[in-house]
């Protein structure tokens, strides 16, 4: 564990400057996730890698994303467009083409609330018959730092065990279907599962995994973003056996319906529970969001074999509240780049990197 203060800012641009000019000279990160937490990951580790590839859970099955996977039979686009906003630079051309992909019509019709992003994805799956090619291209398009793929190659139902989903049998657990309703339910996840059964995974992701120096999981939602990765067998086992250093990344609160009432350590405790042979190097967590840091610490090196290492790394201000007005939900990009810079740094080798 850790008790030291986050670097300042400017340690973070310093080191942006020399990473994106030395050759040879970043690490090959991975971040794993979907969705806000995977964005924010994202949008702090191009900060401080040349070298970031992004796998993106393909579970979503609402909204947009929802509407073209039951219209086309399409993987659903739209974290994937979130992971290639996030990675969008901080130019006039990567911020112009991040507010582009991630622009929702809006009419009366039928292109009401569908993001320019997402046809821009299916259209080249269409056109180019490979979605990693096709993610390759829009990243191209975007300047995007870093490659997006998806974790499976095929579209994916999650599906929940829910104890106390119905109200009036509180200690009933039952089935909840679609990432959409996992999200949102009431009552207590016990446990999720991928249909088909044993997806097979994007062989760039393993391999990408399998070749990194440091691999990022989390944050974000717990049951629908964070923990599919794990129940695709070929991607678990790449986790499991790669030489990469491990952040298991925890979120700044519990988020309503899905883990209501969840302590940090109760996270750990579900992934282990999912993929119990996975070990992280390190748990990193907000300063405030820990209420138990005894509690923490026990369960880290207990159930993943790590660390815990404290950062403040939430946004200020009004803007950073919840909607239910609880405590912050939103990472700051640069203080969650300088807790990445030094876990990095303090955690694997000090440059030059292969």
Not at 82 to 108: N, Y
């Amino acid at each position: 564990m850790s008790g030291r203060t986050t670097p300042g800012l400017r340690r973070v641009r310093r080191f942006v400057s020399s990473a994106r000019t030395t050759k040879g000279a970043t690490p090959k990160v991975v971040a794993l996730g979907g969705g806000m937490g995977l964005s924010a990951s994202l949008t702090a580790l191009r900060r401080i890698t040349g070298d970031l590839t992004a796998v993106v859970t393909v579970a979503d099955d609402g909204g947009s994303s929802g509407r073209l996977r039951d219209e086309l039979g399409v993987l659903p686009p739209g974290d994937l467009r979130k992971a290639l906003a996030a990675l969008c630079g901080d130019d006039d051309w990567g911020q112009t083409w991040s507010r582009v992909i991630q622009h929702r019509f809006q009419s009366e019709g039928e292109l009401h609330d569908h993001a320019v992003g997402n046809l821009l994805i299916v259209a080249l799956w269409e056109q180019l018959g490979d979605h990693v090619q096709a993610l390759d291209l829009v990243g191209k398009l975007l300047g995007a730092h870093g490659r997006v793929l998806p974790m499976s190659a095929v579209p994916l139902e999650l599906q929940a065990q829910v104890k106390g989903h119905d109200a009036d049998r509180p200690d009933e657990i039952s089935t909840v279907r679609g990432q959409a309703t996992v999200a949102l339910t009431r009552g207590e996840v016990q446990s999720v599962h991928v249909v088909p059964e044993d997806p097979p995974a994007v062989p760039e992701a393993v391999a990408a995994v399998r070749d990194a120096d440091w691999v990022v999981l989390g944050p974000g939602s717990w049951f629908s973003s964070v923990i599919p990765h794990l129940l695709v067998p070929e991607l678990r086992e790449a986790l499991e056996e790669t030489k990469a250093r491990k952040v298991l990344s925890l979120n700044l609160a519990p988020q309503p319906g899905e883990t209501d009432g969840f302590s940090p350590q109760r996270h750990l405790e579900v992934l282990a529970r999912h993929a119990p042979k996975l070990a992280f190097d390190v748990v990193l967590a907000d300063k405030a969001a820990v209420p138990d840091l005894d509690g923490l610490t026990t369960a880290a090196k207990q159930l993943v074999g790590s660390e815990v290492e404290l950062a403040a790394v939430a946004a200020q201000g009004d803007d950073a509240r919840s909607s239910a007005g609880g405590a912050p939900d939103r990472h700051d990009p640069e203080l969650l780049a300088a807790a990445y810079d030094r876990i990095f740094r303090m955690h694997g080798r000090i440059g030059p990197w292969r």
